[in-house]
């Protein structure tokens, strides 16, 4: 499939759990059109990272049915959709499967478009996904941080 726009995305974490970001660019194919976004939170997984990355580059998105290549360094996430593991979690209703919240959110804003997921090997000198690791710590390293409530409510039920 010719494809309308790249997402190329990262998570990170320092402590894992700790303070994390996310770093997402967006290129649209045969345009000079470019977009980032990040976002940084107090406490919070790699894996959420990652795969909140992924989730607000496709919310972006204007139009329904867009043609759209993800790029990402995360096994976790790759493997999950290419794999169709998230589905299998999805028809056993997310029953005891980390990252539930943002699994469901996925799925809906998945579904609305025609997405293929390609998995890179990280800081591995690709530039795309290289700008998306700076934009993630940078996030993470913010003085104002957002709050990853549903991770923080789950961490505090096993304490």
């Given amino acids: 499939m010719e494809h309308d726009v790249h997402i190329y995305t990262d998570g ?4 894992n759990p700790g303070n994390g970001g996310y770093g997402v ?21 790699n894996n959420r990272m990652e795969l909140l990355a992924v989730i607000v580059g496709l ?7 867009t043609k759209v290549l993800v790029v990402s ?10 794999k169709k593991w998230v589905l ?9 499967r980390k ?5 469901k959110r996925f ?18 000198n690709h530039v795309q996904n290289e700008r998306c690791d700076e934009l993630a710590v940078m996030a993470s390293m913010q003085k104002q941080l957002s709050v990853d409530a ?3 409510k789950e961490e505090a039920k096993l304490l």
Avoid: C
């Fill in 73 to 82: 360094d995360s096994k976790y996430v790759v493997d999950s959709v290419v």
């Fill in 107 to 124: 799925l809906v804003v998945y579904r609305k478009h025609k997405v293929d997921f390609k998995w890179i090997k990280g800081h591995n």
């Fill in 25 to 45: 660019v967006m290129e649209w194919v045969g345009k000079p059109y470019k977009k980032e976004f990040y976002e940084g939170f107090r406490r919070t997984t």
């Fill in 59 to 65: 919310e972006k998105l204007k139009n329904p049915n």
């Fill in 88 to 96: 299998g979690w999805e028809k056993k209703g997310f029953a005891d």
């Fill in 150 to 152: 549903f991770y923080e």
């Fill in 99 to 103: 990252n539930s919240d943002l699994w």
């Fill in 12 to 15: 990170a974490a320092k402590g």
